[in-house]
T-cell receptor, first 114, second 113 residues
């Protein structure tokens, strides 16, 4: 089954404790992206990757890091999480980054930073 | 900058009622337009898309037409069901290869039996 898998689905942690949210897709997609969803704001892009070893900032990259060492994986790293990063996070992928390509989303990771 | 504005929710309808969720956009160039649906506890799923002016996207009884003259992409369904209860997001993708989707704030639809 074609899917985007995120882990963990839920995490409660404390300020400053490094964490990683994993994302893996099995569709051989070149393009992957991370979004955060906050009430009243819709989804906003954090980082994206056009292909292996190619990443770039989205609209809200502060406090986050990513890497793309393999085509299927695109982890999101919070080196020193803060309470304002409490949010619902989604990983997405598509065949390419062209504008007419629909994106496939994971089920989300709900992070609570205390 | 590029943006999407959706009608505020929540929208509450009775089963078999007609649904319209308004979406307007601001964009440079010629964006592709999408509607995504999010069921409780799940990720977003593509509902329909349109990639050029006057295109009509349709799926599962939902329709939306890309109106360049009014910069709109309103979602409609003739007869909603309880199972349509979800959050609906209008989004655009600008004509570049960054792949970024720009989302509206989402509209919650609740359908009552």
């Amino acid at each position: 089954e074609a899917q985007v898998t995120q882990n963990p689905r839920y995490l409660i942690t404390v300020t400053g404790k490094k964490l990683t949210v994993t994302c893996s897709q099995n569709m051989n997609h070149e393009y992957m992206s991370w979004y955060r969803q906050d009430p009243g704001l819709g989804l906003r892009q954090i980082y994206y990757s056009m292909n292996v070893e190619v990443t770039d900032k989205g609209d809200v990259p502060e406090g986050y890091k990513v890497s793309r060492k393999e085509k299927r994986n695109f982890p999101l790293i919070l080196e020193s999480p803060s309470p304002n990063q409490t949010s619902l996070y989604f990983c997405a992928s598509s065949f390419t980054g062209f504008s007419n390509q629909p994106q496939h989303f994971g089920d989300g990771t709900r992070l609570s930073i205390l | 900058g590029d943006s999407v504005t959706q009608m505020e929710g929540p929208v509450t309808l009775s089963e078999e009622a007609f649904l319209t969720i308004n979406c307007t956009y601001t964009a440079t160039g010629y964006p592709s337009l999408f509607w995504y649906v999010q069921y409780p506890g799940e990720g977003l799923q593509l509902l329909l898309k349109a990639t050029k002016a006057d295109d009509k996207g349709s799926n599962k009884g939902f329709e939306a037409t890309y109106r360049k003259e009014t910069t709109s992409f309103h979602l409609e369904k003739g007869s909603v069901q309880v199972s349509d209860s979800a959050v609906y997001f209008c989004a655009l993708s600008i004509a570049s290869n960054t792949g970024k989707l720009i989302f509206g704030q989402g509209t919650t639809l609740q359908v009552k039996p």
